[in-house]
């Protein structure tokens, strides 16, 4: 129990960005940070401090992996997953989405309660 609650503190401030393009050669760090910069520009209509934490999962041809994100900001947090609906009407970045970083448990949890 005390383990997932240092997990659920630890992700507090990350979001996790789906369907993001992996981009390919060198300097992918740099090419994810300018794409999540624009997106939640989109997202939050202003500049939003943040760091790329990681791709999630191991690498697979055809498979694009999801971006963790810690944000610098709580209300950035909540002033982007309340604003992740302006994605769908965005030419660029409609099939992208966004939501908040969850632990192992809590996204079981979701799945029992989506059946």
Do not use: W
Not at 2 to 12: G, H, Q, T
Not at 50 to 58: D, L, T, V, Y
Not at 95 to 115: C, G, H, N, V, W
Request: charged fraction near 35%; charge should be positive.
């Amino acid at each position: 129990v005390v383990k997932e609650l240092s997990d659920i503190e630890a992700k507090r401030l990350n979001i996790v960005l789906f369907g993001v393009p992996e981009p390919t050669g060198t300097a992918q760090r740099d090419k994810d940070a300018q794409v999540v910069d624009s997106i939640l520009e989109v997202v939050a209509e202003k500049k939003v401090k943040f760091e790329i934490k990681n791709r999630m999962g191991a690498k697979e041809d055809g498979k694009v992996r999801p971006i963790q994100v810690r944000l610098k900001e709580g209300s950035d947090k909540e002033l982007i997953l309340s604003g992740s609906n302006k994605l769908k009407g965005h030419q660029h970045y409609k099939r992208i989405y966004i939501q908040p970083d969850r632990t192992a448990s809590q996204r079981e949890l979701m799945k029992k309660q989506e059946d």
